[in-house]
């Protein structure tokens, strides 16, 4: 039989305990931030009037559908 202390035993759970928190943590963390990705992956802002819009064409300079505009793929920011 393996003998340890009170102390001991305290510790371990907490050990696991916090990790496993921290763990579940950074998977619900990393999901949201690759859903957030995906989310704006094909969103675009027209240059000339700022309307956002999305476009999933593989056309390297897409319409604006509110003033007509042609705008380039730049990465999209979100605030
Ligand atoms: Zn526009």
Redesign the pocket.
Known sequence: MIRVSLTFLVFIYLFLFLTTVFGVWLWLEWKRQRRERLAIRNRLR?S??A?EFEDATPEPLPC?P??G?RNERNPFRSL
């Open positions: 027209c000339l009037c309307f604006c509110s003033c505009q």
